[in-house]
């Protein structure tokens, strides 16, 4: 079982669409959760961190950790086209200072 | 505030010749650094990290090398590329100045490698 788990897609919505996209991890050391966003050719953007359970808000995006099932969200709403891009999941935790990446989601918001 | 800087953006190298990526990161003191490489559909590969000057940790045996020379600098090295080793390079920074070392990473622009 691979540490963690990310639907590549690819995803496609319409504009003004929710979109959720997840990931599923099976280390229960994993403690620190973030969000990327990568445009093509481009290093990865960090677009949200939390930390251990919970939600986590800001803009049109929110982060959803729920560690009890070991599957992390992210939402965004009212989703415009410049959202496309790859979005990864990473996370971390105890004594390792790695940082583990999901594959990445490949999004399409079409006008 | 922080930045990192890596170089070049792109670059073309025959088979066989050597290779020299550095990054370098601003603003902040004692970062974990790391290299990654970005294959098509097969997401980030962890190839080295340093927890600190001189301190390299491999991930994935292979062609390449990496040192710190200095404490926000961060070189990848080949003494001979093969053809397996073109991809998208990254270099990330995350912890330092006294945070804690599991936080969140940034990420330079990346290097385009292709070996020919």
């Known amino acids: 079982q691979k540490e963690v788990e990310q639907d590549p897609g690819p995803l496609s919505v319409p504009e003004g669409a929710i979109v959720s996209l997840n990931c599923t991890y099976s280390?229960?050391?994993?403690?620190?959760f973030m969000w990327y966003r990568q445009y093509s050719r481009k290093g990865p953007e960090l677009l949200m961190y939390?930390?251990?359970?919970g939600n986590k808000e800001d803009g049109r995006f929110t982060a959803q950790v729920d560690k009890s099932s070991k599957y992390i969200s992210l939402f965004i709403r009212d989703s415009q086209p410049s959202d496309s891009a790859t979005y990864l999941c990473?996370?971390?935790?105890?004594?390792?200072?790695?940082?583990?990446f999901g594959k990445g989601t490949l999004l399409t918001v079409n006008p | 505030s922080q930045t990192i800087h890596q170089w070049p953006a792109t670059l073309v190298q025959p088979v066989g010749s050597p290779l020299s990526l550095e990054c370098t990161v601003e603003?902040?003191?004692?970062?974990?650094l790391y290299w990654y490489r970005q294959a098509a559909g097969r997401g980030l590969q962890l190839l080295f990290y340093?927890?600190?000057?001189?301190?390299i940790s491999s991930e994935v045996p292979q062609n390449l090398s990496a040192s710190r020379p200095q404490d926000r600098q961060f070189i990848l090295s080949s003494k001979k590329l093969l053809l397996s080793d073109s991809g998208f390079y990254l270099c990330?920074?995350?912890?330092?100045?006294?945070?804690?070392?599991?936080?969140?990473?940034?990420f330079g622009q990346g290097t385009r490698l292709t070996v020919v």
């Open positions: 603003g902040t003191s004692n970062p974990n």
């Open positions: 990473a996370m971390s935790g105890g004594s390792n200072y790695k940082l583990t």
């Open positions: 939390t930390y251990s359970s």
């Open positions: 990330a920074w995350a912890g330092g100045s006294g945070r804690a070392m599991n936080t969140e990473a940034f």
């Open positions: 280390n229960s050391a994993f403690q620190y």
């Open positions: 340093s927890v600190g000057i001189g301190q």
